[in-house]
């Protein structure tokens, strides 16, 4: 079954509003993992988060990952035409010799 | 700069064929993947590799089996292609949780399966 939950699974917004999505582990993750997809291309890794409660930011993009290491979510500020793609997030656990579990993703579309 | 590529864009196959799908990273990485994507189901695990003539089986190793004879390559088998198999095929690779800090993977631009 899904290890990894994430939402929502598609989101439209207009250029300069914000955009966030959701994930959300059944069990403890070591780390987190987002990667973004360009429309006809392949994931490529942003960031990693490993501590409890840890925040990164990355330009307009706020990474956060929750005290219980169970969920993250990522944050994106007056979205640009830029940023469409598709986000997904990855868990790690402890001992699965770098195997990611993968959310399924959330499309973002950003309209003019 | 790190590099994963797979040997082909597109391809067609008939069904029950046998299939060779090839993925060859140049980063020295332990690990490797091979995923399927299909739209609103994200990527799903097929096998993973973590050490040469190593695989663990993934989410959905049905229909599938892989290869690792060399630690730079690792081979997507699929013994009698089906339709249902028509998919996008991503290979990854990264280093293994004991050797690095960070396990981010690394993707290939993908192989577009098209089994008639």
New interface residues.
Partial sequence: GQQVMQIPQYQHVQEGEDFTTYCNSSTTLSNIQWYKQRPGGHPVFLIQLVKSGEVKKQKRLTFQFGEAKKNSSLHITATQTTDVGTYFCAGLRGSTLGRLYFGRGTQLTVWP | DVKVTQSSRYLVKRTGEKVFLECVQDMDH??M?W?RQDP????R?IY?S?DVKMK?K?DIPEGYSVSREKKERFSLILESASTNQTSMY?C?S?????T?R?????????TRLTVT
Avoid: M, R
Wanted: hydrophobic fraction near 35%; avoid cysteine; charged fraction near 10%.
């Fill in positions: 332990e690990n993947f995923y609103g189901l994200g990527l695990l993973f973590y663990e993934g991503l990854a990264s280093l293994n949780f004991l690095g960070t396990y981010e993977q690394y993707f290939g631009p993908g």
